[in-house]
């Protein structure tokens, strides 16, 4: 005779086996690892960035969007920029790239701090996000290129803007 299995019925609840916790401590790891490994490859750069003035040197890239229309692309003066804001000149970082310095160092930096104090940091972009940066960014970069003394501050100095 076969033994009787227990009927259940959808009001009983099943149980669940606890999770493993192993899976949590290799997760911590892999992110401690890549954290680390995160601050040595941005201290090395930043210590680059930080030794070298861009004006002038072969060593940095150059913009190849600039040398084809003679345009500055959103993204001109960034490395500038960050130099600027190793050296501790706001001013000059701005006006070598002011979406980099009043966009998007400010919202690298909350990430970072909120990392930092262990707080849950939120990566996803909506469609809204990414449509307002590209609006940001493609405004930045008519003004920066309308003729005229009066939009020539958003450009970075003549001198490091050549190819």
Do not use: D
């Not at 911590?28 to 890549?34: G, P, S, T, Y």
């Not at 909350?110 to 940091?121: D, P």
């Amino acid at each position: 005779m076969k033994p009787v299995e227990p009927q259940r019925n959808a009001a009983m609840p099943t149980a669940v086996p606890p999770p493993v916790p192993w899976p949590s401590a290799v997760l911590r790891w892999r992110r401690a690892i890549m954290a680390v490994a995160l601050l040595i490859a941005g201290g090395v750069v930043s210590w680059m960035v930080w030794s070298t003035e861009p004006n002038g040197q072969l060593f940095y890239p150059r913009c190849q969007f600039h040398r084809l229309t003679g345009l500055q692309c959103p993204g001109c003066g960034a490395t500038r920029a960050v130099y600027y804001l190793l050296h501790g000149e706001v001013v000059a970082a701005i006006r070598s790239n002011a979406p980099l310095v009043l966009f998007f160092v400010p919202l690298l930096g909350l990430w970072g701090w909120k990392g930092l104090l262990g707080q849950r940091v939120e990566h996803r972009f909506t469609g809204r996000w990414a449509v307002g940066i590209l609006i940001l960014l493609l405004a930045f970069f008519v003004v920066r290129n309308l003729p005229g003394p009066t939009h020539a501050w958003l450009n970075p100095p003549p001198s490091a803007a050549s190819p």
